[in-house]
């Protein structure tokens, strides 16, 4: 997705669809994933096949798949909506309002052997946007308030927001790595992690579902290949975690991934992720910036994470990053138009 306004790119991201499964993962509690989120084709999966007692991955298969059972009667129509608070340009807008300025958006759908179920062997079936519509909330002040509403509405503005990175390393089979997530960044605030192996069911084959991560299970046989220790480094010799996290840190990583949308202080609703489903197919290790201290400059600076392996895996196996760094947005007059600067 690219966001452009008068020409300037105000929100960019690639493969947003991973960035955006991390974000449900851990921001959507247990209660909405199982009723509200299943508008926006969220299910989630409870093992890494694609047998019927994955219950996300039948649902999804269910949904796509033709009218009949078989594969006969044609296809279905599914009515899904996208949320876009889900991305965080949108997300920081929640309770704001965009001043009169046109966006304009630029979509880039997955490609075919990305999809969420292919129907059989011969038949590698397609998932086709036939309509995509954009609904908008609008205010209409008035005729009392309409020139004290435009007087303070066209004035300059400014607001912060999350811009979001994903990237992936190249594959390997090392025990000890070094993963440059980026060379010069700026005002990092929240990273994610997580391996996959090559041959795992995750490697975006339309029969399996992409989110499946095999962080703590390197080899598909058995899990005596696994992340044994990890740690971020964030410019010049400042660490996350202070004390690296090693073999015998799952709680740790689990209860620190939970803390990042707060979820371990909340006891009015349930979790998506629990210790077993963690360690299993939802691997995600989380490194928190936003306490970092106060700096004169805002200088770019580079990103690397080391991590080692318990064992040399069996297959490739390639690290993922999602990195959310804080970005401004500085919207003023020129002329008689008001304008992203």
Known sequence: MIIRSAGKIVYDSDNIHK??????????????????????FW???????????NLGFEARRILTQARQNDGNGGAKSINEIIPLNRYSFFEELEDKMLPPMQLTFELTLNYDNELIHKANAADDGRV???????????????DSAYSEFLKDFLKPTKWTYMKDMYIQSANTRAVQNMFQISPAI???????IYL??????????SERTPYIFDTFKLNSANANSSLASCRLEYGKSTFYPVLEYDADSKARIFNDLMSYAFRKNDLNTGTQLNIHNFTSIYG???FNLTSQKEAVTRDPKQLILNYRLNA????????????????EVIVNKVGNELMIV
């Open 128 to 142: 086709v946007v036939t309509q995509l519509y954009l609904w908008l909330p609008s205010l209409i002040p008035k």
């Open 43 to 53: 299910y989630l999966d409870t093992e890494d096949s694609t047998a019927n007692t």
């Open 19 to 40: 960035i955006v499964n991390a974000k449900n993962l851990l921001e959507y509690s247990d209660d909405f994933s199982r009723s509200v989120a299943k508008n926006s």
């Open 186 to 192: 700026d005002n990092v605030k929240h990273v994610f």
């Open 196 to 205: 996959q192996r090559s041959d795992g069911p995750n490697n975006e084959e």
């Open 312 to 327: 040399a895996p069996a297959a490739n196996v390639s690290a993922h990053a999602i990195v959310f760094y804080e970005n």
């Open 284 to 286: 995600l290790v989380y």
